[in-house]
């Protein structure tokens, strides 16, 4: 009797392990593909790109040829964070896809860049780069929460608490589009 109560609860317990087992592997594979979509975007932006990899994982991108008017600190460079990738269902099909943001550092101006990425075909592929100020905060039921500043990057209340607005996209025959 003990083993046979042993085993109803056993059984169900290892196979919801490795329900997460796969799960998790499913994410690193498709953490992995983003990481070298966003690294092939930003090296096509270079003549010669120069890749170094931190050990916290973070990629920065930049121009190998040397510069001899502008100093290395100001030069152009992106910076990929695997931290800032959030995926989930985007479009209407039933394959996770992914968002990533990047930033575009010209000089000391940074600009985020967030890469759409729609699975087809059985791999990530860009759909669109967004130019602006805003941090993704989550994908849920195919609506994408994005915090967007309400004010210009010259104001100087461009940072502030208030501010910034919460807003919801939705992802609509390959547009986003603003919801309410």
Known sequence: MKKSFFMVFLIPWLLSCAHNDN???????????V???????ARDK????KE????????????????FVTP????????????????????????????IT???FNGYIEMPESLIL????GKLVL????????????????????EVFTRPRNSPLHNCAACKEVVKYQFRTGDLVRIE
């Open 72 to 99: 290395s600190a100001y030069q152009t460079r992106y910076v990929i964070d695997p931290s800032k990738i959030v995926i989930g269902l985007i479009d209407d099909d039933a394959d996770e896809d992914a968002i």
């Open 35 to 41: 990481l070298d979509v966003a690294i092939k975007y």
């Open 118 to 121: 729609i699975k087809t075909d």
């Open 127 to 146: 759909n669109r780069s967004i130019e602006a100020d805003m941090r993704i905060m989550g994908i849920k039921d195919r609506v994408i929460t994005a």
């Open 52 to 67: 170094t990899v931190a050990q916290d994982g973070i990629v920065t991108i930049v121009e190998k040829q040397i510069n």
């Open 46 to 49: 270079f003549k010669e790109p």
């Open 23 to 33: 799960k998790a592997r499913s994410e690193n594979l498709i953490t992995k593909e």
């Open 102 to 104: 990047i930033s575009l």
